[in-house]
Nanobody, 123 residues
Framework: QVQLVESGGGLVQTGGSLRLSCTAS????????MGWFRQALGKEREFVAF????????HYADSVKGRFTISRDNAKNTVYLQMNSLKPEDTAVYYC????????????????WGQGTQVTVSS
């Protein structure tokens, strides 16, 4: 089974930046499409960003477009989420996920999930 491990979360002030990393155990990582999701307290898990297996296609939720950037380094089996201009509303547990079947915005379409990393943005 594929294991995904997120890291890089923490507490930052409004306007600050963080870079999240997600490393996969599988050496076939380069064949997986990857997504980032987040879940705030009391809310459903929501789509944040998507990147295709080759890295040639990316998509973002409107709420993070222009502030967040998803990228991947297949040689390191790692996908990144660079988060800039952070806002308190970005506070959530962030999860990476692998292998969307069709709709990359739907968490039910992903086969593998990490444990999540907490991001807290203070005002």
């Amino acid at each position: 089974q594929v294991q995904l491990v997120e890291s890089g979360g923490g507490l930052v002030q409004t306007g600050g930046s963080l870079r999240l990393s997600c490393t996969a155990s599988e050496r076939t990582f380069s064949s997986y499409a990857m997504g980032w999701f987040r879940q705030a307290l009391g809310k459903e898990r929501e789509f944040v960003a998507f990147i295709s297996w080759s890295g040639g296609s990316t998509h973002y939720a409107d709420s993070v477009k222009g502030r967040f950037t998803i990228s991947r380094d297949n040689a390191k089996n790692t996908v990144y989420l660079q988060m800039n201009s952070l806002k308190p509303e970005d506070t959530a547990v962030y999860y990476c996920a692998a292998e969307a079947d069709y709709d990359y915005t739907d968490p039910d379409e992903y086969d593998y999930w990490g444990q999540g990393t907490q991001v807290t943005v203070s005002s």
